[in-house]
């Protein structure tokens, strides 16, 4: 899961970045306003995380600017603004949550977790299809309650498919999700995973369908 990181602090971003990493995000720090805007219009995130002091705008404006164009993407305010007034503007304005800095790196997790599991399945942490379930605070994909032992694009792709089960999921969505700096995912790999994890999957009643032209759908195996 990618999680977009607006800090101008330094050492702060490099913080937050190798705590949040090591809890299997996939982050990308913005040192200002400039970049960040130019990274949500370049790919998507499954979070944002946004001070609001940046040095060359405000971060309510980008706030603004994404809700204005009906971007639904959870947004975490993370600031030194304190005020009462602050947390209502912040919150009006369209932001999920609010944490004024000096914060606990625990509870900042807590509600990381807490913000993608309802954008993705409501308040559930857990995401059945068939005899598979995903575990979005482990980020790890079970099979009748074993860990299912996968390889991290392999599991990456798998993650982003049961996220999206019921629905068409894009390549272009899939190689955004995978991609990591400037290496990206082509269709003949992503094609190859598919592969994989179709051979892996089908003796536990899940099925990955092509929809041609469009993507690929997850689907319990009893329904097709």
Known sequence: MKILLVEDDAVLADGLAYTLSRSGYDVTCAPNGNYAEGALLAQDFDLLILDLGLPDMDGSEILWKLRMRKDTVPILILTARDGLNDRID???RGADDYMVKPFDCRELESRVHALIRRSYCGFSK????GRL???TLE?????????????????GVLETLMLQ??????????AQRLSTGG???GDNAIEVYIHRLRKRLKPFEVNIRTIRGLGY???????T
Request: aromatic share 6%; net charge negative.
């Open 90 to 92: 912040g919150l009006k």
């Open 126 to 129: 857990d995401i059945v299809v």
């Open 133 to 135: 379930t995903l575990d």
């Open 139 to 155: 980020h790890q994909v079970l099979v009748d309650g074993d860990p299912l032992i996968l390889f991290q694009r392999e599991y």
């Open 165 to 174: 089960a019921g629905y068409v999921v894009s390549k272009d969505k899939i």
């Open 183 to 185: 290496d990206e995912l």
């Open 217 to 223: 759908l997850l689907e319990n195996g009893k329904n």
